[in-house]
């Protein structure tokens, strides 16, 4: 299947901070990318509709100007946690669509605000 | 609405036959996926079905009814290591976007 990455896996700032997590497809080009959170025991909820070269589509609720999002090519959308506050911790996925509209997982990156 | 029910959780046995069901509400179809996810990891991908009947994919099989708003998962020959959550999910006709359900936890007990 398709290969998704995501930097960091893991990452602990402190509160007022700034965080930026990256996301790529490796071995395909993803026109959309999705930004997920999801806390403990809960399914994931979308934040953010990322599309190559145009703004960000975000879902009600979600402040764009808290979570900013940049789809600066086909392979790379980068999430910034502008801010950040404790109750920003959470889990971050992000996804990639392929040309056949199958969605393929980044392994997270597991956020932790101090 | 958008609505996907599945069950919080199901319990099988090694060596057994487990199906989990999902029904769905969605104001668009554009094709369901089940997603496998083990606890602290990212999903990942396990099926995909855009037109009725069964999809067979080893000891994994997904089947779709659309008019029922109807899918299930089914895995044979179950193994310890199948123990994690199983997504359900409906791809929306508008923007590509993918609404999750809540997820079935399943335990597989020796």
């Known amino acids: 299947g398709a290969v998704v990455s995501q930097h960091p896996s893991r ?5 007022g901070t700034s965080v930026k997590i990256e996301c790529r497809s490796l071995d395909f080009q993803a026109t959309t990318m999705f930004w997920y ?3 403990p025991k809960k399914s994931l909820m979308l934040m953010a509709t990322s599309n190559e070269g145009s703004k960000a589509t975000y879902e009600q609720g979600v402040e764009k100007d808290k979570f900013l999002i940049n789809h600066a090519s086909l392979t790379l959308s980068t999430l910034t946690v502008t801010s950040a506050h404790p109750e920003d911790s959470s889990f971050y996925i ?8 199958t969605q393929y997982f980044g392994p997270g990156t597991r956020l932790t605000v101090l | 609405g958008q609505n996907i029910d599945q069950p919080t959780e199901m319990t099988a046995t090694e060596g057994a036959i487990v199906q989990i069901n999902c029904t769905y509400q969605t104001s668009g179809f554009n094709g369901l996926f089940w997603y496998q996810q083990h606890a ?3 999903p990942t991908f396990l099926s995909y079905n855009v037109l009725d009947g069964l ?3 080893g000891r994994f099989s997904s089947f779709l009814s659309r008019s029922k708003g109807y899918s299930y998962l089914l895995l044979k020959e179950l193994q310890m290591k199948d123990s994690a959550s199983y997504l359900c999910a409906v791809m929306d006709t508008g923007g590509f976007k993918t609404i999750f359900g809540a997820g079935t936890r399943l335990f597989v007990k020796a």
């Open chain 2, 40 to 42: 602290g990891e990212a």
């Open chain 1, 37 to 39: 959170r999801q806390f």
């Open chain 1, 94 to 101: 992000c996804s990639a669509r392929t040309l056949r509209d």
């Open chain 2, 55 to 57: 999809e067979e994919k």
């Open chain 1, 11 to 15: 990452v602990i700032c402190k509160s």
